[in-house]
DNA sequence: TATGAATGAGCGTTCATTCAT
DNA sequence: GATGAATGAACGCTCATTCAT
C-alpha cells in the first residue's frame, strides 16, 4: 500500500528535529524533510503540530510501558524490579537518545499540560514504580510510612535527573548500569554509613537530622 | 535606581508571563504589558527576548544560591544541611509559585542548552547539594560509595519531580515541610524496612516515624 | 452514457456545494464528495476548479435559453411574452433554488470576467428580453424611445435584484407569480407606448383598475 | 501623528486591489503594496482581510446614504428624488469607478452573507427608495399597489444591472445621465399614477395581467 | 529615557492538482 | 476509466525587533 508507515516515518523524524531543536523551534517543513515526505502529507496523518507531540509521547511512552511490563514479569522480588525498571528507563539513553531527550525535555514542559492534554500515559508509567514499592510494602520489604505518590516521583526524579547528567556529559565517568545500580542502591538503603555492618538484623542510627 | 526598578519590573512581568504561558507562547508585549512598561522598553533592558530568560535565571538562582548558603550556614550537620536544602528548594512553591514554575519546566528546557547557553548557575546550585554530600562523607556520616556528581542530581531530581507533584495536585496531602522531610528521610536511610529496631539509644525520636 | 451521467453528477455537486459555500470556499473535494466521486475523478472531466464554474454556467444558462425559447412559442404577444420570461426566471427560484443562487451570485462576480471569459451565454439569456422588447417595438405596442441593451438591463436588473430579496427573506409575502406580475406592470406601464400624450392636469379618480 | 489616515489609505489600496482582482484573488500584500505600507500594519487597523472588506463596504455605502440624502433636501418632488438619487448612483461609476465596481460585485456576494454578516447599512440604502418611492405614494404621486420593498428592489436592480452594462463596454453609447433618465422614464412612466383609465381600444388583453 | 506604531521575515496550514496503482 | 494518497506552492497572520518622536 502506498501509505505504508508514513505515520510511523514521521513521528521518527519528529523524534529526530524535536530532539535537535525543540518543539517550538522545529519547523513542520523540518519534520516533512528528514521523514522524506512533502509538508502537506504531514496532515494527512495528524491534524496540527502540537498534534504531532501528543501522538508521538503517546506511542512510544506506551511502548515503555508495554516494555516494562513485560521485563518486570521475570522476577517477584520488588527490589529486583525497582533495578530492572531504573535500568530500562536509563537504557533510552543509550538505545534512543533522541527519544529519551524529547521524552525528557518536551514532553513534560508546562506546555503539554497548559494546552489542556491530561497526561495519562505518563501517570500509568509513574505508577508502575508506586506499584512494585506497594508490592515491597505488602511483602514486609519496604517501609510503609513513605507515600506513594511522592516516592514514585522521587524515584522517577533521581532517574530522570541522571539521565539528564548523562545527556550533558560528554564522557560518562558512570555507565547506564552502574547509574541504575546506585540510585536504587540510594533508595533502596539511602546514603547514611551505617556504624556497624548490615548484618541480618539490621542496625541503623543517627536519624536524629530528619527529626524535627 | 529607575533603571534598576525598570529591570526588575520587567523581570517580575517575564516571571509571570512565562509561567502562564510559556517562554515560546508568552509575547514581549504581554511582558510589557504587565510590566506596565512600553515594548521598545524592554529592548532598553534587555537585547532579546531570549535574554530576558536568561537573565531571569542567573539572577533568581543567585538569589537562590545566596539565600541557601546563608542558611546553611546555621549548623554543621550534613544531615541537617540537606533538610534546610530542601525545604529551602521547596518553599519556593510556596512562596513564589511562579518563579518555581519557570525555573523548573522553561529553565531547563533543552532550549536553553542549545542556544549555547551554559547554565553555570544552575551547575553551582546543584554543587551546593554534593559539597552537603561531601562533608557528610568527611565527616564519616555518608558511605563514600556514592559518586558526588550522581548523588547530587538524585537529590535534587527527588525534589524538582516532588515539586512538578506538587504543582499539577489541586490539593496536596503532603505539604511542604512534610515532603521535604520524607525526600531526605529516604534519601539519607532508604527504603528498606529494617529487621530489627534501631538502637533506641542513638535517636529515639526519628523511629516514630518508620515504625509501624 | 457513464461519462456523461458523471459529467453531469459532477455539475449537479458543484451547483450544491458552490451555493452553499461559494465558488472560493468551495473545497474539490467538497464537491468529489457529494458527486460520490473521487478527486481526481473530476479532473477527468474537467480541466480545473474554475473549469468546473464555466461549464456549470454554460449549460445550465443553455438549458434556461432553450426553456424560455419553447415557453415564448406559446404566444406572440410580447407583453405576454415578458410575463412569460419574468415567471420563468424567478421560478428557478422555487424549482432550482441552489442554482438559481449559485448563477445569481457566482457567476456574476467580476472574477468570471476577470480571467478572460466572455460571457456569452449569458448575453444570449438577455438578448431574450431585447428581442421581446424589439418585438413590441415593432408592433407599435412599446415606446420607441427606449435603448434596447439598457432596457434588457433594467428588466433583468429588477428580476434579478428581486430574486435576492427573495432568497434572503425567510418568509416571502410576495409569491413567485405576484412577484412577476408586479415588475412587469411596472415595467410594461413604463414602456408601453401611449396613443393619447399623458394629461398634463392630474386629476384624482377613476383608479379603479390600480388601486385595489 | 504618525498613525496619520493609514486607516484610509489601507481601505483606498484594498478597493484598489479588490477591483483589479476579486477579494478572494487578492492577497493581503498586494494592499499592503498598494497601500505602501508593511504587510503587518494591515493587522493593525483590521482584524483580519475579511474586516478589510466589511469596514470598506461600511464606510463608503455610509457616506453614499449620506450624500445621498444631502442632495435629496434639495427637492420635495418624489420624481426629481428619484432622479436624483439614480444620477448619484450611476455617477459613482465616473468618480470612483472602483469603488463602484467592488460594491457591486463583491460586497453583494453571497459569501459576505454566510459569513453573518447583516448588511444593515445595505438596507438603508435601499431604504432610501423606499422612502421617496412612499412619499410619492402620499403625495398621490404613485400607484399604491405597489409593494414598498419589492419597488426598491427594482429600482436598485435596474440601476445596478445597467451599472455592470457600463462597466463592461468599452464604449458607452449612453452616458450616465441618459442612462439615468430612462431607468426613471420608464419606472417613473410605470408607477405614476393615471388621472384617466388608459385606453381600452389599444391593448385590452395585456391589461389582464396588470388588472386583479 | 521612554514610547508604541511600524516593520517584514517567518511559519503553520490549506487545497488544487497530479499520478502510481 | 477511477481512485485517493501525495504533493508543494501559496498565503494569512504573528510577533520580535526597530526607530522616529
Redesign the interface.
Known amino acids: 500500500m502506498r501509505t505504508a508507515n508514513k505515520h510511523r516515518k514521521i513521528i521518527q523524524a519528529a523524534i529526530h528535529v524535536f530532539?535537535k531543536?525543540?518543539f517550538?523551534?522545529a519547523r513542520i517543513s523540518d519534520i516533512a524533510k528528514a521523514a522524506k515526505v512533502a509538508d502537506g502529507t504531514i496532515y494527512l496523518y495528524f491534524n496540527n503540530k502540537y498534534d504531532i507531540l501528543i501522538s508521538l509521547f503517546e506511542e512510544e511512552i506506551t511502548t515503555l510501558i508495554q516494555s516494562a511490563n513485560d521485563s518486570l514479569k521475570t522476577t517477584t522480588d520488588p527490589?529486583k524490579k525497582l533495578e530492572i525498571f531504573a535500568l530500562q528507563h536509563l537504557s533510552l539513553l543509550e538505545n534512543q537518545r533522541e527519544l529519551a531527550?524529547v521524552l525528557q525535555?518536551?514532553i513534560?514542559?508546562?506546555?503539554i499540560?497548559?494546552n489542556g492534554y491530561r497526561n495519562q500515559r505518563f501517570a500509568e508509567y509513574l505508577d508502575i514504580i508506586s506499584t512494585i514499592?506497594q508490592e515491597?510494602q505488602e511483602q514486609?520489604?519496604?517501609?510503609?510510612?513513605?507515600?506513594l505518590?511522592?516516592?514514585k516521583?522521587?524515584?522517577?526524579?533521581?532517574?530522570?535527573?541522571?539521565s539528564?547528567?548523562w545527556i550533558?556529559s560528554a564522557e560518562h565517568?558512570?555507565s547506564i548500569v552502574e547509574?541504575a545500580r546506585?540510585?536504587c542502591?540510594?533508595?533502596?538503603?539511602?546514603?547514611?554509613?551505617r556504624v556497624y555492618p548490615r548484618p541480618?538484623?539490621?542496625?541503623?542510627?543517627?536519624?536524629?537530622?530528619?527529626?524535627?
Chains 1, 2, 3, 4 share one sequence.
Do not use: P, Y
Open positions: 530532539a531543536k525543540g517550538f523551534n527490589r531527550e525535555v518536551e513534560r514542559q508546562s506546555n499540560f497548559q514499592v515491597g514486609g520489604l519496604f517501609r510503609i510510612d513513605v507515600n505518590n511522592l516516592m516521583r522521587i524515584f522517577f526524579g533521581a532517574l530522570d535527573e541522571s539528564r547528567l550533558l565517568d558512570l547509574t546506585q540510585i542502591d540510594i533508595v533502596l538503603s539511602g546514603i547514611t554509613r541480618v538484623h539490621i542496625v541503623a542510627g543517627s536519624m536524629s537530622m530528619i527529626s524535627k
